[in-house]
Each structure stands twice: as C-alpha cells, then as structure tokens.
C-alpha cells in the first residue's frame, strides 16, 4: 500500500513538471501570435489543468468578475495561491520583485502578465501605484495580496494600504476574495500547500504533491468601492472581509 502511494506521488511529481514545460514551450512559441483574450484563455486553462496533475479540485463560491476595471483582494497563503486564483478568473498579479527571477515560475509569471514591484523601494512604489492606475483605467482586472506576504493559513497578516491607492485613485471597484485550502475527504483545513518562514519553495510543493487530496476554495465578495472612505479604514474593512470569507 505504502509503495503505491509513493509511486503516485513520484508520478504527480512528473506530470506537473511535464505540465510546467509544456507552459514554458506555449509562452515560447504561441503566445507571440495570440491576442491579449487569447493569452488570458491560455493561462486559465494551463492553471486548471495544473491544479488537476497536482491533486487539487476547485470549488468557486460566490461571483468572479466579468470584467474590469477591478482589483482583487485576496488573503495569501501559497505558492498555489497564483494559479488557484487564475483557474478561478484570468487577473494581472501585482508581486515582488523576486518572483521574476524564480527558475521556470518567473517566466510564467512573467507570461501572464504579472506586475513587479521592489517592495524596498519607495520610488518604485509609486511607479506601480502609476502602472496599477494605467491598468485600470484600460478596464483590467487586477489581484493583489495586501499582507504581503504568506501566512500560515490560520491567521491573516495585516494588510499594506498602499495597495489601494490605485484604485482610489481611479474610482475602481475592489472585490474581496478568501482563499482556503481543505482536505477534500474530511473538510478539514488543509496545510500543505502553506509557505511561510525558513520553507523552500521546493519543499513546499513536494509537501502539497504528497497531501491527501486538497480542495481550493476561492469564496468572492460583493464588489465595493472607497465611497469617501479613508484609505486605511476602508483597508481594515476589507481586510475583516476577506478574514470572513476565507472561513465560510
């Protein structure tokens, strides 16, 4: 019994890798010639059929956008947390630096159009509060992790209000989105796929391709916007939002 769960994992180990390779061969061939539409249709499906070779379903609750503008808000939790995110709704990403320098992942990311900031950086701050801007006003869909950084899936981190200011800024709707990852057989909180501290990503992954089987639940809120609000209070109200939708 033990040896046939070993030689599953060892198989869901190549198959994702295969399905990484596969992803780095589209971005490199086809995506050249496909419309923007056409590359976000792309990306959706290559991240569903990434949850799929890594034993992970989806459950959606709740109503992703149609269309933009918009910015997500979601609480962070994994490395998984990108392409859940994806398989649920094609959105731009808004991410540190150091993600585009990630062997394979980064070219990816890159590909899917991802959003890089150095978060060190003040006078970079203010170009992707510029960018971000830009990106609505073309009526985009844009996601964002305001902790950032990944907790451990049980409490969430303080969000950065500076991540809202593109959308104050242009009159955006924001939607709040809580993430979860559960134990498909018991329903139970699943920690796998967590990446916090000292872990390696590396490690991260192996530990989520030897979980039992792990459910995604991607719960969306009711889009809002600022409404006059004071930038850090509205920060703290969606921060509360995506705290409650992550446990429903």
């Given at each position: 019994?033990?040896?046939?769960?070993?030689?599953?994992?060892?198989?869901?180990?190549?198959?994702?890798?295969?399905?990484?390779?596969?992803?780095?061969?589209?971005?490199?061939?086809?995506?050249?010639?496909?419309?923007?539409?056409?590359?976000?249709?792309r990306v959706q499906a290559w991240s569903m059929q990434l949850l799929a070779r890594a034993g992970v379903s989806l459950r959606i609750l709740?109503?992703?956008?149609?269309?933009?503008?918009?910015?997500?808000?979601?609480?962070?939790?994994?490395?998984?947390?990108?392409?859940?995110?994806?398989?649920?709704?094609?959105?731009?990403?808004?991410?540190?630096?150091?993600?585009?320098?990630?062997?394979?992942?980064?070219?990816?990311?890159?590909?899917?159009?991802?959003?890089?900031?150095?978060?060190?950086?003040?006078?970079?701050?203010?170009?992707?509060?510029?960018?971000?801007h830009e990106a609505l006003e073309r009526g985009e869909v844009l996601a964002v992790f305001p902790e950032g950084t990944t907790g451990d899936?049980?409490?969430?981190?303080?969000?950065?209000?500076?991540?809202?200011?593109?959308?104050?800024?242009?009159?955006?709707?924001?939607?709040?989105?809580?993430?979860?990852?559960?134990?498909?057989?018991?329903?139970?909180?699943?920690?796998?796929?967590?990446?916090?501290?000292?872990?390696?990503?590396?490690?991260?992954?192996?530990?989520?391709?030897?979980?039992?089987?792990?459910?995604?639940?991607?719960?969306y809120g009711v889009p809002e916007q600022a409404q006059g609000r004071d930038r850090r209070a509205w920060t703290q109200h969606l921060h509360?939002?995506?705290?409650?939708?992550?446990?429903?």
């Amino acid at each position: 019994m033990r040896e046939a769960v070993q030689h599953e994992q060892f198989w869901r180990l190549l198959r994702v890798l295969g399905h990484i390779l596969k992803g780095l061969a589209i971005v490199a061939v086809r995506f050249p010639a496909l419309s923007p539409d056409q590359q976000h249709a792309r990306v959706q499906a290559w991240s569903m059929q990434l949850l799929a070779r890594a034993g992970v379903s989806l459950r959606i609750l709740g109503t992703p956008p149609v269309n933009g503008p918009v910015m997500l808000v979601a609480n962070h939790i994994s490395w998984l947390d990108i392409p859940v995110m994806h398989a649920a709704r094609h959105c731009r990403f808004v991410s540190k630096s150091d993600v585009q320098a990630w062997p394979l992942v980064g070219t990816l990311a890159t590909a899917a159009g991802t959003l890089y900031i150095e978060r060190n950086s003040r006078r970079d701050a203010l170009r992707m509060v510029r960018s971000m801007h830009e990106a609505l006003e073309r009526g985009e869909v844009l996601a964002v992790f305001p902790e950032g950084t990944t907790g451990d899936g049980r409490a969430m981190l303080p969000f950065h209000a500076n991540l809202l200011q593109a959308a104050v800024t242009a009159d955006a709707f924001v939607q709040p989105v809580g993430l979860h990852f559960a134990d498909r057989a018991t329903g139970m909180t699943s920690f796998a796929p967590s990446y916090i501290g000292d872990e390696t990503l590396v490690g991260s992954i192996w530990r989520t391709l030897r979980a039992p089987a792990i459910e995604a639940v991607v719960h969306y809120g009711v889009p809002e916007q600022a409404q006059g609000r004071d930038r850090r209070a509205w920060t703290q109200h969606l921060h509360d939002t995506v705290d409650r939708l992550r446990q429903t």
